[in-house]
């Protein structure tokens, strides 16, 4: 069959050739990138051809609610204004129910056939493992990992580059050879570093999520994420790179605190509103293009830290928590407000530093609450998948079957009993069921509560009042207050619920936690 793939490094008079072929049928397949739609003349030329099916690879991008959306995937649906009405295949191996509802509205898919292939990779075996000490126990357990495996190839997955080039360095000073891949690299090396792996001469790859793409290697035994990805779907697909010969293969999360603190800061800033407000308002834009770098950083800070009420309302914005979050001064930010303030971007009063307001005419408002409105949302949705991979991590319940579950394929009828929940002490299973049951009761009473509590007062009451148990679980239920306290110690360390001065301030319900209890 003829094939041939238009991408950014063929010379134009090439792709002209390629699009030439296709128009006499010499050329039967077309591989294009979604972004290539953008391109007017390519358009012109695609009108003139006779073009009888669209396949969409990777078809969750399509959706704004898949956990890897691109814009340019949304506009592939406008192709056919240009070329009438075609057939149309969407393709993706990590889509909910809600993504796959999307992906049929957002192609103007007519009642199209759903298939659903089976989720179930029997011989994938999921494990979790809680690492307390953070890095030094990830880095531990890394070690042991690699050391013990005797065959085949392995994919280590990171949260960002930086902690890519670590791990590698770290299990070189170990003597254990590797490579590493993310997008800071120059084309050609990834190219180079990724036909090394595919050819077996190189082993042990470390990564962030660009590497894998298009990737077919039959014998990686193991995949190992060193971060908590920020959705189930990234986890599964990366995931399951593993065992594609059907032999037994790993499937390794390391999880730490640290990864619910590094995924929460992605969750505020994946969906900011400022950049928003730089696509739709020109003064906006010309302003903060001819700002240095400096106060470029210091102003997306500022506007990406700010509740979207912030934007027609005066708020409070927690000035010590962007100087630690973006590493900018005090005596810096001080200055930066002013100047921002004196361009009218923004307004505050010089003894109120915490309050902050955007400055917006009157006419421009509509505009600026549907922006936020829609942020919101998706930042929300944000937020409830990563709340679905914390419950992942920490499930006593069998891994696969919740996998099973939250890409809503029901086929099957008992635990794997090959997951890391499924080997764990049964003993150390009823308590951590007790604690995940009792972080939600928790969670219920300080939301329905109309008195402030502090910590002690949720103590004394969850361990001394069945009352209180009766109200909210309908069972008359005591706990210990060991067992409290570690509900609520959870519930800090997912960031569910806060407080000013931890033991002696009220607890109150964090965003994250309003969120999590819409959907509990």
């Not at 690879?57 to 506009?75: I, L, M, Q, T």
């Not at 308002?281 to 010309?286: A, F, L, N, Q």
Request: proline share 2%.
């Amino acid at each position: 069959i003829g094939a041939a793939i238009i991408n950014s490094t063929i010379e134009f008079s090439q792709i002209n050739y390629i699009l030439d072929n296709l128009s006499v049928n010499r050329i039967k397949l077309l591989y294009i990138a979604p972004e290539r739609l953008k391109s007017h003349s390519f358009l012109k030329r695609l009108k003139e051809i006779d073009i009888s099916f669209i396949a969409v690879d990777e078809a969750h991008c399509v959706s704004e609610w898949g956990h890897d959306f691109r814009p340019s995937y949304r506009k592939i649906a406008d192709i056919f204004n240009i070329i009438g009405e075609k057939a149309v295949i969407a393709l993706t191996a990590t889509a909910t129910k809600e993504v796959a509802d999307d992906i049929e509205k957002s192609l103007y898919m007519d009642n199209p056939v759903r298939f659903v292939r089976g989720f179930d990779r029997k011989n994938l075996n999921l494990s979790v493992i809680k690492c307390e000490d953070g890095r030094k126990e990830k880095d531990q357990n890394l070690l042991n990992i690699v050391n013990s495996t005797k065959d085949g190839s392995i994919i280590i997955y990171c949260g960002s580059r930086k902690r890519v080039e670590e791990c590698r360095q770290f299990l070189n000073e170990n003597n254990i050879d590797s490579e590493h891949y993310h997008a800071g690299l120059t084309a050609i090396i990834r190219k180079n570093v990724q036909d090394r792996f595919i050819n077996g001469k190189t082993n042990i790859i470390i990564a962030t999520n660009a590497f894998g793409m298009g990737i077919d290697k039959s014998d990686v035994r193991k995949v190992i994420h060193y971060d908590m990805p920020i959705t189930m779907e990234a986890y599964y697909q990366e995931a399951g790179r593993a065992g594609r010969d059907g032999k037994q293969s790993d499937c390794i999360l390391l999880y730490s605190n640290k990864d619910l603190q590094l995924q929460h800061f992605f969750c505020k800033v994946k969906h900011p509103i400022f950049i928003s407000l730089l696509e739709e308002k020109p003064r906006i834009r010309e302003y903060y293009n001819n700002l240095d770098a400096d106060r470029q950083e210091a102003l997306r800070a500022i506007m990406q830290s700010l509740p979207s009420n912030a934007f027609y309302e005066k708020t409070k914005l927690d000035l010590n928590k962007i100087r630690i979050d973006y590493g900018i001064s005090e005596k810096k930010l001080k200055v930066y407000l002013r100047d921002f303030a004196l361009s009218g971007i923004i307004e505050y009063k010089q003894n109120e530093l915490d309050n902050v307001l955007y400055s917006i005419k009157n006419s421009e408002m509509a505009l600026i609450r549907d922006i936020a409105k829609e942020q919101d949302a998706r930042r929300e949705n944000s937020y409830i998948k990563l709340y679905s991979m914390i419950q992942y991590c920490e499930t006593i319940e069998c891994k696969r079957n919740y996998i099973l579950d939250y890409f809503g394929d029901k086929e099957y009828s008992d635990r794997c009993d090959r997951c890391s929940s499924c080997k764990s002490n049964l003993h150390e299973q009823k308590d951590a069921e007790k604690v995940l049951v009792l972080e939600l009761l928790i969670l219920n009473y300080i939301s329905l509560n109309k008195q402030l509590l502090i910590w002690n007062n949720v103590v004394s009451n969850f361990s001394k009042s069945s009352k209180i148990n009766s109200m909210i679980s309908n069972k008359d239920a005591i706990y210990s207050k060991k067992m409290v306290n570690m509900a609520i110690t959870n519930l800090f360390r997912k960031m569910i619920v806060d407080s000013e001065e931890r033991f002696e301030t009220p607890l109150k319900l964090t965003e994250f936690g309003k969120i999590i209890l819409k959907i509990i």
